[in-house]
């Protein structure tokens, strides 16, 4: 097994409420990708395997990432985020929850919104909760199997199932771990007999010094 590094797709559309409309980067999403880059290649950080989702936002991020890897980016449509403003609107619809307009919003409604989910409770989801779990394990763990180390541009969403599915999360934590997750963060797996271990959390040494500070988003 090798070692997976996970990360998040630069800023995207803020302003948007439906899910094409936020699949694009913005201005500071793609500054984000290239400042972790360069950051990358300082540290000689070198890939023998990289993948990206077939989103818009996820490929963007990586060109402006280019990292230093031995392949072309693989597609996979594995690593999508879940559709979460179409089930946003669903839950309005049909609980009457309405969709957040800013992240203090969304640190409530989105718990509300995967419990519902997770229950069965939102008719004419795009997929069930279980699907998006085992797609999201499946494909960790395939890329896993590879050989040499990965990296990986996918979704803050997809990124806090990883964390579920490998470190057994319950609800709520699963819910937090989504909503800390910052744009172009990264997110280390380390292979064990046992199976995957998270080794690093929502890093982003590329946005640390005090003038880059501004650009730690999470929408």
Same mark, same amino acid.
């Given at each position: ?20 409309? %936020?699949?694009? +980067? ?24 990289? %993948? ?26 594995? +690593?999508?985020?879940?559709? %979460? ?24 409604? +989105? ?37 040499? &180390? ?17 470190? &057994?999360?319950?609800?709520?934590? %699963? ?31 590329? +946005?640390?010094?005090?003038? &880059? ?7």
């Amino acid at each position: 097994m090798s070692h997976v590094i996970l990360i998040r797709h630069g800023q995207a559309n803020t302003t948007a409420r439906d899910e094409g409309s %936020y699949d694009r +980067l913005s201005e500071l999403g793609w500054q984000q990708s290239r400042w972790l880059g360069e950051h990358l290649r300082a540290a000689g950080d070198r890939f023998a395997r990289c %993948y990206t989702g077939t989103l818009t936002r996820h490929i963007e991020t990586c060109e402006g990432i280019a990292p230093d890897s031995a392949a072309d980016p693989i597609r996979d449509p594995r +690593l999508n985020e879940l559709e %979460y403003f179409t089930m946003a609107q669903l839950f309005a619809e049909q609980h009457g929850q309405p969709v957040p307009l800013d992240r203090e919003g969304f640190i409530h409604h +989105l718990p509300q919104l995967f419990g519902a989910w997770k229950d069965g409770l939102l008719k004419g989801a795009p997929e069930s909760f279980d699907g998006f779990e085992n797609r999201v394990g499946e494909a960790l763990h395939e890329i896993a199997q590879g050989d040499g &180390r990965a990296i990986v541009v996918t979704s803050g969403g997809l990124i806090g199932m990883a964390m579920r599915v490998t470190m &057994r999360l319950d609800m709520a934590a %699963y819910a937090h771990a989504c909503l800390a997750i910052k744009n172009t963060s990264l997110h280390g797996w380390q292979p064990l007999a046992t199976g995957l271990a998270l080794t690093q959390f929502n890093a982003t040494p590329h +946005l640390e010094t005090p003038e &880059r500070q501004f650009a730690q988003t999470h929408l």
